[in-house]
């Protein structure tokens, strides 16, 4: 069972950027994509980025022109200009088959002062 953990969360101004990393333990050969979701406060959650085994990537248009989704040794997504909307709980997590994303970590606070 592979685990996730993510970091790189916290307080930030509006206009600001953040990082967030997504750490696996275990082997994550043979996935489909890693995608970042994110959760705010009486919302669905929805997925803001995607990375496909091949490097391809997905974003959501909320999200588009300001965060970048990269892969190397983890998983990160680069966060900037940032905006209150943008406040959430931030989650990575493996898609294994197409459309189905098995495993999750255990998010990280992202937060968004006007």
């Known amino acids: 069972q592979v685990q996730l953990v993510e970091s790189g969360g916290g307080l930030v101004q509006a206009g600001g950027s953040l990082r967030l990393s997504c750490a696996a333990s275990g082997s994550i050969s043979g996935i489909v994509s890693m995608g970042w979701f994110r959760q705010a406060p009486r919302k669905q959650r929805e997925l803001v980025a995607r990375?496909?085994?091949?490097g391809s990537t997905n974003y959501a248009d909320s999200v588009k022109g300001r965060f970048t989704i990269s892969r190397e040794n983890a998983v990160y997504l680069q966060m900037n200009s940032l905006k209150p909307e943008d406040t959430a709980v931030y989650y990575c997590?493996?898609?294994?088959?197409?459309?189905?994303?098995?495993?999750w970590g255990q998010g990280t606070q992202v937060t968004v002062s006007s």
């Open positions: 997590a493996t898609e294994w088959r197409p459309g189905t994303y098995d495993s």
């Open positions: 990375i496909t085994s091949s």
